[in-house]
Each structure stands twice: as structure tokens, then as C-alpha cells.
């Protein structure tokens, strides 16, 4: 158990659908990050978040919106889904936005499957 | 911009061999570098990473890494593969310094060990 807890870990929807994906950081980490893994993409760096606040963005679609509440959890919202949004979602998370060069605490994902 | 170049998705080596997978990074600034595996139906789990100081990287599992600057080169090497290393290997590279704490992947290398 890595400390960092997705939820759920399969989820299989239809197109044209909405789904939340929830992730709890490891304890005492600030910093979340989303990475959306597929064959052709690999790993795609999504958004990252650190203590509430926005701080950075990647390759993230107009579709997809991420939020991190007080209690630091992030929830992934993904819209009008597609049968490419199928992929892994994985959530990190890393103490004071990654100074000191720190590695990521990775989650175990989340499948989602578009149908 | 950051990126990295894993050279050959795919490597097989017999139990005990040696296990040399490559990693080359592009970046304008020092980087920080690590090393992920992935097991089947898993998350990420940190194997190594370089951050300052001494060029060759211990890690997990016996693996280490040699960053050479002059080469732009980060490879993982395990003196004797075992049954249980093979898994996908990914190299990420991310910016020293304050602002950009997201991590670049290569596309992975998917490592079987032969019996």
C-alpha cells in the first residue's frame, strides 16, 4: 500500500457520460498530480494541485476539470467521455510541490472503459 | 521542455543476466531524473532517482543508474535478473528549481526475464 488511494478502481461507462475519479494523497502530502496512462500516449501529465490551488496544467482536455478540497482529496470530473478517454488514471501525490527533487507516491489507478 | 527517450519498448534477458535498460533526457536545466516500475494492474512505484551529488544511483531490488551529463544518458542497470523483475520500466525527468514539479515519462520499457 503506496498511501495513496483511488477510488474506484475499475469503472466502465458509456459515451457521452460523466464520471468522477476520487484520490486521497498520501498523509502530510500537499502536492496532487494526474497522469493519464494509455497505449499511444503513455504517460500524459494532467493537472497538478497543492493545497487547494491549481498549479499547474498539461495535456488536459476542455472535457476534464480536477478540484482538491480542504482535506486535500482530489476528485478527476471527466465530461462527455469518449471512447479514447479509455486509459488508466493514476493520482500522486508529493510533499511541499516536489522541492528537494522528491519522487512521486503513485496510486494504484483507476480503469476507466468507455463503451 | 523536458522529455525522455527510453530506446526499445521491449528487452528479454535470461535469469541472471544482466539487465541494462536505456534512459536519455533532454533538458535546458539540471535535471532531476528517476526511474518507475510498473507491475501488471499496479501503480508506480519509485525505484531510484538523481537529484545532485554522487552520479551513480542506488535503488530497490539491486537496480542502480549512472547519470552522465556529457551522454544526456540516465540507464538502469541489475547485475543478475531474477523471475520476479520483469515488469515495465519508465525514466522521468523533471526540472531542478522552483516552478515546474511535474514529471516527464518515456513511453516505458517493457522487461521480460526467460527462464
Known amino acids: 500500500d503506496s498511501g495513496v488511494t483511488q477510488t474506484p478502481k475499475h469503472l466502465i461507462t458509456a459515451t457521452g457520460q460523466r464520471v468522477t475519479l476520487r484520490c486521497s494523497p498520501r498523509s502530510g502530502d500537499l502536492s496532487v498530480y494526474w497522469y493519464q496512462q494509455s497505449l499511444d500516449q503513455g504517460l500524459q501529465f494532467l493537472i497538478q494541485y497543492y493545497n487547494g490551488e491549481e498549479r499547474a496544467k498539461g495535456n488536459i482536455l476542455e472535457r476534464f476539470s480536477a478540484q482538491q478540497f480542504p482535506d486535500l482529496h482530489s476528485e478527476l470530473n471527466l465530461s462527455s467521455l469518449e471512447l479514447g478517454d479509455s486509459a488508466l488514471y493514476f493520482c500522486?501525490?508529493?510533499?511541499?510541490?516536489?522541492?528537494?527533487?522528491?519522487?512521486?507516491?503513485f496510486g494504484s489507478g483507476t480503469r476507466l472503459t468507455v463503451v | 521542455a523536458q522529455s525522455v527517450t527510453q530506446l526499445g519498448s521491449h528487452v528479454s534477458v535470461s535469469e541472471g543476466a544482466l539487465v541494462l535498460l536505456r534512459c536519455n533526457y533532454s533538458s535546458s536545466v539540471p535535471p532531476y531524473l528517476f526511474w518507475y516500475v510498473q507491475y501488471p494492474n499496479q501503480g508506480l512505484q519509485l525505484l531510484l532517482k538523481?537529484?545532485?551529488?554522487?552520479?551513480l544511483v542506488k535503488g530497490i531490488n539491486g537496480f542502480e543508474a549512472e547519470f552522465k551529463k556529457s551522454e544526456t544518458s540516465f540507464h538502469l542497470t541489475k547485475p543478475s535478473a531474477h523471475m520476479s523483475d520483469a515488469a515495465e520500466y519508465f525514466c522521468a525527468v523533471r526540472r531542478s528549481g522552483a516552478g515546474s514539479y511535474q514529471l516527464t515519462f518515456g513511453k516505458g520499457t517493457k522487461l521480460s526475464v526467460i527462464p
Open positions: 538523481y537529484t545532485t551529488g554522487a552520479t
Open positions: 500522486a501525490s508529493s510533499e511541499r510541490q516536489g522541492r528537494g527533487g522528491y519522487g512521486y507516491t
